[in-house]
Nanobody
Framework: VKLVESGGGLVQPGGSLTSACNAS????????MGWFRQAPGKEREWVAS???????SYADSVKGRFTLSRDTVKNTLNLEMNSLKPEDTAVYYC??????WGQGTQATAGS
């Protein structure tokens, strides 16, 4: 499965961005898709997960600010990021079934 992330960018702190992960295969029956991020000089960390049951899970650091949504027609998993903080600045990666990774998209909250 090929994953392509898009939608990163630069916003001021407090702003919003939506990143999208487009999959080359149907996401209707995938068991797990997730978003991870890696800031400069830090290890990659988990951000949020979407399960085939429709349930979601979020890291404490983004809970209440980030929201996942799935579009099964476009085979896309979206990550809406609100109230962005400078510490959210990172390359955001999409993951498929704990196996496949996308190339990442940069999201920056700064002046």
């Amino acid at each position: 499965v090929k994953l392509v992330e898009s939608g990163g960018g630069l916003v001021q702190p407090g702003g919003s961005l939506t990143s999208a992960c487009n999959a080359s295969s149907s996401i209707s029956s995938v068991n797990f898709m997730g978003w991870f991020r890696q800031a400069p000089g830090k290890e990659r960390e988990w951000v949020a997960s979407f399960f085939n049951t429709g349930s979601t899970s979020y890291a404490d650091s983004v809970k209440g600010r980030f929201t996942l949504s799935r579009d099964t027609v476009k085979n896309t998993l979206n990550l809406e990021m609100n109230s962005l903080k400078p510490e959210d600045t990172a390359v955001y990666y999409c993951n498929w079934e704990h196996q496949n990774w996308g190339q990442g998209t940069q999201a920056t909250a700064g002046s």
